[in-house]
Structure formats: structure tokens, C-alpha cells
């Protein structure tokens, strides 16, 4: 796929149902300059290669470096955005950096979600669902690394889509460009990855993931350290809760007393929103 298709929109266009129904169904959202370019660049850090190339760099588990680092977890603008998606109670699972460099060879066609673990995700893969939000620091233009992603793949019910696939490219695959700053957000069944670098610069990206607090993983997964939580600003610890917590009923009857009536997150209106 030497030219993908481009989705280069107006993402500001977007009113909140809209914005709600992309991530939804395509599987993939731009919310667009979310950090001026003084906050960008007080989000860079250094990096060390991984394992398949030189040229991909990455730095796991941050988000207990501080500063600007550590309080990027509960970005408003961000944050208000998953609150309409997920409801109120939040938790954060994961936080990385990424460096793709010139010569980056481009991240296979790959989805995150695993729902009975594995070696390279362990059990967060195994939550029901998830959004990564990726905030890069860089402009990603189509020769620098632009994210790619086979749109509404998370939908499918075939065995193509069983998630422990991965794929060197697809006919129908997208490549997304966003200006430094900006936001994509991923729902994590959906396969996606990135292009190569074949431009003259590097591009930065710091990935946080987040869930609904009720969808927890289905094995236990390494908690956050109590004493590191208790330096953390309030905002940051409130979504920094236990990143084993779900909610369900296995003993649930077919009708339950005080069942409710309504549940807007669940309305099909809910694309309707402006």
C-alpha cells in the first residue's frame, strides 16, 4: 500500500455526536490541537530502541515521571471528552512514549485488545474496551510516520478479525495526519499502526490508556504503587485507581428489583449531540 487513502478532515468540524458515533463505529478519532506548542515541548523525553528496530524508540511506564509528563493524565479537554464516551468513573491503564525515526519501518496492522492476554500486553488486552489517546508532538504527515488503521475492523465478527492477527497492510486501510498537538484516539480491537518514517525528521507520540472503571482485565494485572500515587495532583490519582476493579453480577436474575427506566449512554440519539 504505497498510497493509502488519507483522512485529512476538518476534525474541529465535529460536534460531540459526531465525535462519539467516529470512535465508535470507525474506530478511530482526531481531536485536534488540544496542547499549544509551548506544552509540547515540555512533553519531550528521551528514548531507547525496542526490540525489531533502531529506528523505534519508546520509554514504557511514565506516568510517574512528573511535571507536565505526570499531569498530562488528566487533561481536561481530554478527560471531558471520555467522560461523555465512558460515563464518570474512569480509570487510566497505561502510559507510554514513542519515537518513530527516519528509517522507522512502520508498526504492523495489529489490534491492542486480546481478550485472554498475551506476551506482548499481558491482561490489559483482556479489558472489554478501551481508548488509547495519542497525543503527538510532532506534525504526522503521510511521510512521517501517519497512523494507519482499517476502519470499523473492531465491528467485525469474522475470523479475520480475531485480534491475536496481525497484518503487513490491508486494501482498505487509512492513513490519519493531525498537526502536533493534536490527538488520535483508538478504540483497541480496531487494527491499526502506523507507516514508515520516510521523511527527514523524527515524530514523538505520548499514549495514554484509559477505561470504563466497570471493565476491568479478567486477570489480575500489576497495581499502581501506593507511595508514588500519594505524590500525585488529586485529578491525576482520582483516575489512577485500582487497575483490577470491575463491576458485574454473575448471579444477576432476569428481573432484578429497581431496574431502571432510561440510560442516555446507551440512547441511540446519542450521535444526535451537538
Known amino acids: 500500500m504505497d ?11 465535529l460536534s460531540l455526536g459526531d465525535r462519539m458515533r467516529q470512535i465508535e463505529v470507525e474506530g478511530y478519532l482526531v481531536l485536534p490541537d488540544l496542547l499549544d506548542a509551548d506544552h509540547v515541548r515540555q512533553l519531550k523525553l528521551e528514548t531507547t530502541p525496542v526490540d525489531y528496530s533502531e529506528r523505534q524508540r519508546g520509554r514504557a511506564k511514565i506516568q510517574f515521571a512528573g511535571g507536565r509528563i505526570t499531569k498530562l493524565i488528566a487533561h481536561q479537554p481530554t478527560i471531558a471528552f471520555l467522560r461523555e464516551l465512558f460515563g464518570d468513573a474512569i480509570v487510566m491503564m ?11 519501518p512502520g508498526i504492523s496492522l495489529h489490534a491492542d485488545g486480546q481478550p485472554y492476554g498475551s506476551e506482548i ?17 510532532d506534525d504526522l504527515t503521510p511521510e512521517v510516520s501517519p497512523f494507519r488503521v482499517v476502519p470499523r475492523s473492531h465491528l467485525s465478527l469474522h ?17 490519519v495526519t493531525c498537526r502536533a498537538g493534536s490527538a488520535v484516539l483508538i478504540n483497541h480491537r480496531v487494527f491499526h499502526g502506523n507507516r514508515p518514517n520516510v521523511g527527514d525528521r523524527p515524530r514523538e507520540m505520548l499514549a495514554i490508556a484509559y477505561r ?20 500525585l495532583p488529586a485529578d491525576v490519582r482520582a483516575l489512577m485507581t485500582s487497575r483490577n476493579h470491575r463491576e458485574w453480577d454473575f448471579a444477576g436474575g432476569n428481573k432484578p428489583l429497581n431496574m431502571k427506566s432510561e440510560a442516555a449512554g446507551i440512547d441511540p440519539s446519542r450521535w444526535d449531540r451537538r
Not at 498510497?3 to 468540524?13: F, G, T
Not at 486477570?219 to 508514588?228: F, G
Open 94 to 104: 497505561h502510559y507510554a512514549y514513542a519515537r518513530s525515526e527516519p528509517g522507522h
Open 212 to 231: 470504563p472503571a466497570w471493565g476491568g482485565p479478567i486477570s489480575a494485572v500489576e497495581e499502581w504503587d501506593d507511595t508514588e500515587l500519594e505524590g
Open 159 to 175: 475470523a479475520d478479525a480475531n485480534p491475536y492477527h496481525r497484518y503487513a497492510s490491508h486494501p482498505e486501510e487509512v492513513a
Open 121 to 137: 500486553f499481558g491482561f490489559e488486552g483482556s479489558c472489554p474496551c478501551i481508548v488509547r489517546v495519542l497525543y503527538y508532538l
Open 3 to 13: 498510497n493509502p487513502r488519507l483522512d485529512q478532515r476538518d476534525w474541529s468540524a
